[in-house]
């Protein structure tokens, strides 16, 4: 399954990728913003976004997907430093399928993916 990976952080990008491959996610597609990821959605099964991003954010990008019929299902899952009950709830309405908090480690990521792939 070809996975998007988008975050502003080239070092978040990498861990991210580093896990996924370590978990069987070999084809893993990596962008900087929003705009970047929506240029790269072509394929993609599963996408990881970051909200807070230079250029267009992970909220925007998540409303920008869900637009486009073909991946109106595909599984999104936000990766963020804001947990707060407020800032979920906004990115569930934005059409986000899970969230999970930074920091957070592999299993905690590969079991967040395992639950939404469901
Ligand atoms: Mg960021």
Redesign the pocket.
Known sequence: MKVLVI???FA?RRIIAKFLNSAGYEDVVLASNGSEGLSRLSGVGLILT????PGMDGLTFVTEVRKREEFAEVPILMVT?AGTKDAVLEALEAGVTDYIVKPFTKATLIKKLEEILK
Do not use: P
């Not at 970051?50 to 991003?53: E, G, K, L, T, V």
């Open positions: 975050d502003d952080s978040i970051d909200w807070n991003m430093g």
